[in-house]
């Protein structure tokens, strides 16, 4: 069994991790034996007497997801332009051991193929070579990067110029070509591992079958991997959108703090305001003391000596004036004291205003993270449901009370027990279908229909 499978740079993490047994993605983990993981090796092209050749090397391999992000930058740098985000950046070849194989001959046969992809998109672009031995049947991953030389000598990825349709079609033939001239034998590198159809189709001519084989994968298989190639871009679309709006919500944050520290700072102008209207206040309190005490003295005076009267009501006059002035001060300084306890107000609605924006940010924020990661969700609970033999429930992504049902087919139902035949049921067989189930049922729950019980 030999299939082809595309990647862009959202996925090539999970598949190195996979490629090397690193990490814990249970998706990427769920058939593997661990007790069998130390038999699994890795195979590497070397340039030797002018040839290349294919050399076991044992443990994971050194090539990583550093090494994929390393051939893109120097694409870029190269081509002075950036590889596009949606652009396929690694390739994958999984060829199943054939039964047919003899004992001792894998690890030729599996660096035959290894050689024979170098040769066919070239042994710069090889990343790697990884052999499990840990899982039903021994397979290997020949990791590829789609790197090409347009006419003006300047590099670009681009899977559809170097692996076309006609290459394709010939590799299952070509490879199994090449094996049988190396280990002196055929070997049948079949798209099916079941014993009963290999009978059947044992007596029709190979070529029609390898014309059979291409037909239905360039009209099945290659466009359901057109398409997963289609929903992994809008899921790193999503989460760049993602990323957007933490960046957002940490500037609003930001601000909010900033709002903060500009509050202090006027709560403390004001505190040095009314400290000095206070000083103030006793000074023209002290001031009106003596004023008035200086005005009793003249009076006493006036009655003691009639004759200097006019100088008493100067006198006093003048102590009327510093009253006056020290009246006006202390008024001059109440209004402004106003004036900021006016703008303490608007800062702290402001705040609240801006508070109260960061919670609905934050909520629109949830709601995207939550939208973005409803495939991923489905298709566990779709492997969960799997293994469980029965079907699992999902909550929907804007409506958390509310789910919907997935089994182990991948068919999802607005309602528990649907699946039992009790009555129609609302079967998604892809993404786009689980969402618009989603989708009706959030609008059943917001004007249910009477006697159908929708909305639950």
């Known amino acids: 069994m030999a299939h082809m499978a595309k990647f862009g740079r959202a996925a090539v993490g999970h598949m190195m991790a996979h490629y090397r047994r690193e990490g814990d993605v249970p998706e990427l983990r769920a058939n593997i034996d661990a007790s069998r993981t130390r038999n699994n090796y890795s195979i590497r092209m070397y340039a030797r ?97 789609p790197v090409v030389t347009k006419p003006n000598g300047k590099p670009s990825f681009s899977y559809k110029s170097m692996m076309t349709r006609g290459k394709y079609r010939a590799l299952h033939k070509e490879l199994a070509k090449r094996v049988e001239g190396k280990l002196g034998y055929p070997v049948e ?108 003295k003249l009076e006493r005076k006036l009655e003691e000596v009639e004759g200097r009267g006019a100088e008493c009501r100067e006198a006093i006059e003048r102590n009327k004036e510093l009253e006056r002035r020290a009246r006006k001060r202390t008024a001059f300084l109440e209004k ?57 429930a999902v909550p929907l992504p804007d409506d958390p009370e509310t789910a919907i049902w997935i089994d182990g087919e991948g068919q999802v139902y607005e309602r528990y027990g649907e699946w039992n035949g009790s009555r129609g049921t609302s079967a998604a067989a892809d993404m786009a279908q689980a969402r618009s189930a989603a989708s009706r049922i959030a609008q059943s729950r917001q004007a249910p229909q009477r006697g159908r019980g929708r909305g639950l």
């Open 189 to 296: 590198i079949e798209l099916s591992e079941d014993r009963q159809k290999e009978k059947v189709l044992s007596s029709v001519p190979q070529d029609k079958l390898d014309a059979a084989r291409a037909a239905i994968e360039a009209e099945y298989v290659q466009p359901a991997l057109d398409k997963r190639d289609e929903i992994e871009a809008e899921c790193a679309r999503a989460a760049e959108r993602l990323e957007s709006l933490q960046e957002e919500a940490r500037l609003v944050e930001e601000e909010i703090e900033g709002l903060d520290l500009r509050g202090e700072e006027i709560k403390s102008r004001i505190g040095r305001i009314e400290e000095e209207r206070r000083g103030v206040e006793e000074e023209a309190d002290r001031e009106g003391r003596a004023a008035r005490e200086r005005a009793e």
């Open 336 to 392: 402004w004291i106003s004036r900021f306890k006016r703008a303490i107000k608007a800062v702290g609605e402001r705040i609240e205003a801006v508070r109260d924006g960061i919670a609905s940010r934050k909520e629109e924020i949830r709601r995207e993270r939550d939208r973005a990661s409803f495939p991923q969700r489905l298709e566990r609970a779709r492997r969960a449901a799997a293994m469980a033999g029965m079907p699992l």
């Open 49 to 145: 007497g002018g040839r290349n050749e294919a050399g076991i090397v044992p443990g994971r391999g050194m090539a990583t997801a550093e090494t994929v992000a390393a051939r893109v930058a120097a694409v870029e740098e190269k081509s002075g332009r950036k590889v596009r985000k949606d652009a396929v950046v690694l390739a994958d070849l999984v060829v199943t051991l054939p039964r047919d194989v003899r004992d001792g001959d894998d690890k030729r046969f599996f660096k035959e193929c290894v050689e024979y992809m170098a040769g066919l998109v070239g042994m710069d672009n090889i990343v790697g070579a990884y052999v499990h031995m840990d899982e039903k049947t021994p397979h290997v991953h020949i990791a590829w990067t």
